[in-house]
């Protein structure tokens, strides 16, 4: 079951870690948020996960498409609040 809670906390974590990403230029400020976020993840609810990753393997964990991972996360994230 997806809580109301775990949706709040699931936008409101990776709004502000987007929000960083991609306004940094900073290397290693933005591996960092990629380690964050993927360790959030693989404890966030089961069912949020499926919900957002629409199905996608390794959705927020492939570096090379995380910009675009975390940007839909959060639009995805949005629509359910």
Do not use: C
């Not at 870690?17 to 960092?32: E, G, P």
């Not at 966030?44 to 393997?57: C, F, K, R």
Request: cysteine-free; charged content about 30%.
């Amino acid at each position: 079951m997806i809580t109301r809670d775990s949706i709040e906390t699931a936008y409101s974590f990776l709004h502000q870690k987007r929000n960083v990403y991609i306004h940094s230029s900073l290397n290693w400020q933005k591996d960092d948020i990629e380690y964050a976020i993927a360790s959030f993840v693989d404890d966030m609810n089961g069912e949020l996960y499926d919900s957002i990753s629409g199905g996608m393997p390794d959705f927020l964990k492939d570096h090379t498409r995380f910009k675009e991972d975390i940007t839909q996360a959060v639009e995805r994230l949005e629509e359910m609040l």
